[in-house]
Every structure is written in C-alpha cells, then in structure tokens.
C-alpha cells in the first residue's frame, strides 16, 4: 500500500504558498518580454502532439517547487507501484491497471503474479471484431435491421468517458450511427432518448464495473422492458444489450 503523505504539511507546499504571493500578480506579457526563449522552456512536443504550458502564470522556480513537492509527496514511488501492479486503489483494495488497458508493446504487467496482458488483448480483440461487425452492418437486429442507434446507460466516469471520446473523435464518426448517452435516473432522460431510436435497429451498452450502480441498472431494466414492448423478445435480448 501507498504511505500516506499530506501535501499541505511538506516544506515544498510552505515554499509554493510564499512563491505563489510573490508572483500571483505577475502579467503574462512581462514574463515573455523577461524572456525570449519562454516558449521553449515551458513546452514539450511529443511526435505529433505540443504541449504549451508557457502561458501559465510559472517560472523555472515554480517548476522546481511543483517537482520537489512531487518528490516529498511520494510520486515516483506511486508512479511505479501503479506500472507494476501493486494494489494502490485503498477505497475498492485492488490494482490500478489504466497502465495495462494502453499498453502496445510486448511488456508483460503483471497483477498478482500474473501476466494481465494476455487476457487484455484477448478481450480488446474482441471489442475490435464486434466493432466491426455493428460498423460494416454485418450484426443485425432481431428483424434482420442493421444498427443505426448506440444507447449508452451509465453514471459518472461510465457515462462521462464514452461521452468525451465521442465528442473528441467527432471527425471520425460512422455516418450511419448515432450515438446517445443516458446517466440520469430521471425517467424523462432515457423516455426522450427511446422515442428517437427503434428496436430493431438500437444497441444498448450497459456500462457498469459493479453492475450493482442503481440509476444504471434501473435505466438498463427500462430499456430491457421498452424492447420487449417494442417488438423484441427474451430470445433476441443478445442481439440488442
């Protein structure tokens, strides 16, 4: 497990809270014109992407403050434990393998003695294939329909993640797909977003880590029930959730 550590009682916190009165009402402008090579000092290119963070109210002192806090705060350490696997989640007591989830090379992560990476791209692989088959209209509806709505049911990081990704990767939505996302457990939300797709042509993602989270649940026996009553049935469910 992670020592605890409160950043707010470490020296480098005290030195940040003297620093931040001492350049708080400091222009942008005048640390340009202080120096010419700002924009080089504070900012990074990574292949094809640029990170700026030269227009930030920040010096090199800042930068060294923010990095000593970093070591006094334990970061590294975190920063290793959650590449190899160790258990660093306190609230749920189990790994955080976000890591694992974006790993493309062959390096194996391990979680509990064990390889996680196999069973990763097994299942990432399969997500790609079904992908697939809703995109090019080979998975078809119970009536032989091919998808032309996604409904989302999910809360918080379940709803949130999807709904950014879509958003941030817009140029490159399949046209024959509209995508929705139902969070609230308000009865209008997901009401209003059914009367805009059919049965026969809609999949419904339940996305849950627990499948125990009430407002999702209640929304996805809504959806389950509204299917059924338009036309699906038990049988066809598979073909729809």
């Known amino acids: 497990m992670l020592k605890k550590i409160n950043p707010a009682q470490t020296p480098a916190w005290q030195k940040l809270k003297k620093h931040y009165s001492a350049v708080k009402n400091c222009s942008m402008a005048s640390l340009f014109i202080q120096d010419i090579k700002r924009f080089e000092k504070f900012s990074i290119i990574f292949e094809d992407i640029l990170l700026d963070y030269s227009k930030n109210i ?30 660093i989640n306190e609230t749920e007591n189990r790994q955080v393998l976000h890591t694992a989830l974006r790993n493309l090379s062959d390096d194996p992560v391990y979680a509990s ?40 049911i999910g809360i918080g990081g379940s709803d949130l993640g999807p709904v950014m990704v879509t958003e941030a990767l817009k140029p490159y939505k399949v046209e024959q797909i509209n995508v929705h996302f139902v969070s609230n457990i308000d009865e209008s939300h997901i009401a209003e977003t059914l009367k805009k797709v059919k049965a026969c042509s809609t999949l419904f993602i339940i996305s849950s880590k627990t499948f125990t989270t009430l407002e999702t649940i209640t929304n996805a026996r809504t959806a389950r029930n509204w299917f059924i009553e338009n036309g699906g049935s038990e049988e066809q469910i598979k073909k729809h959730f």
């Open 113 to 152: 003695g064990k390889n996680v990476m196999p069973d990763i791209k097994s299942v990432l692989n399969k997500m790609k294939l079904f992908s697939d088959k809703i995109i090019s209209g080979r998975w078809k509806g119970y009536n032989g329909s091919v998808i032309t709505d996604i409904v989302n």
């Open 58 to 87: 920040i010096t090199e002192k800042t930068i060294k403050l923010l990095l000593d806090l970093a070591l006094q705060t334990g970061l590294n350490d975190a920063i290793k434990k959650m590449f190899c696997g160790d258990i």
